[in-house]
T-cell receptor
Framework: GQQLNQSPQSMFIQEGEDVSMNCTSS?????WLWYKQDPGEGPVLLIA?????ELTSNGRLTAQFGITRKDSFLNISASIPSDVGIYFC?????????FGTGTRLTIIP | DAGVTQSPTHLIKTRGQQVTLRCSPK?????VSWYQQALGQGPQFIFQ???????QRGNFPDRFSGHQFPNYSSELNVNALLLGDSALYLC??????????????FGPGTRLLVL
């Protein structure tokens, strides 16, 4: 089946730093989604992208739908402690979501 | 307005046993999807229920079955449990007619441990 590869697998940053992560696939998609999962919680939708080249922001978060439609990028500016968690990219086929492998973000004090 | 709720929060079973997990969707939602999330992995789609019927199914064996009730709540049943069934089971709800396939609200999950 389709596979979404996320990198990096984990990140250790200091508060205030900017963060970049990406998601790639060998398949073309019409929708790219970014979720965040906190410990003990289910994933929460951060940003949804619907068009190749689209750039969408949600506060300090900005995501882009790759031109090839095979990748997507998520940037977080000026990280704060509550940004800690696991970030997942996902695609949608009908109402079935396929998730990536996740990027774990840790903020070093 | 209550979000998606799941019960129980944690469960321990032994191999070969059967388990039933429960989900109540967000108010106003009519569609329930179930996902399995193994440790360190992203959620994997099991199946989706709408109008009390299984609408879509992922790559899971028949040991995994479900049900949706007239009040839109849902159950996930797993028979003949294997050690590999240990995971966080997530329920997500949505409103089918919204046309926003990505707008699924997830519950906190049920963590199942099979010994």
């Amino acid at each position: 089946g389709q596979q979404l590869n996320q990198s990096p697998q984990s990140m250790f940053i200091q508060e205030g730093e900017d963060v970049s992560m990406n998601c790639t696939s060998s398949s073309i998609f019409n929708t790219w989604l970014w979720y965040k999962q906190d410990p003990g919680e289910g994933p929460v939708l951060l940003i949804a992208l619907y068009k190749a080249g689209e750039l969408t922001s949600n506060g300090r978060l900005t995501a882009q739908f790759g031109i090839t439609r095979k990748d997507s990028f998520l940037n977080i500016s000026a990280s704060i402690p509550s940004d800690v968690g696991i970030y997942f990219c996902a695609t949608a086929a009908g109402e079935k979501l396929t998730f990536g492998t996740g990027t774990r973000l840790t903020i070093i004090p | 307005d209550a979000g998606v709720t799941q019960s129980p929060t944690h469960l321990i079973k032994t191999r070969g046993q059967q388990v039933t997990l429960r989900c109540s969707p967000k108010s106003g939602h009519d569609t329930v999807s179930w996902y399995q999330q193994a440790l360190g992995q992203g959620p994997q789609f099991i199946f989706q229920y709408y109008e009390e019927e299984e609408r879509q199914r992922g790559n899971f064996p028949d040991r995994f079955s479900g049900h949706q009730f007239p009040n839109y709540s849902s159950e996930l049943n797993v028979n003949a449990l294997l050690l590999g069934d240990s995971a966080l089971y997530l329920c997500a709800s949505s409103f089918l007619a919204s046309g926003s396939q990505e707008t699924q609200y997830f519950g906190p999950g049920t963590r199942l441990l099979v010994l």
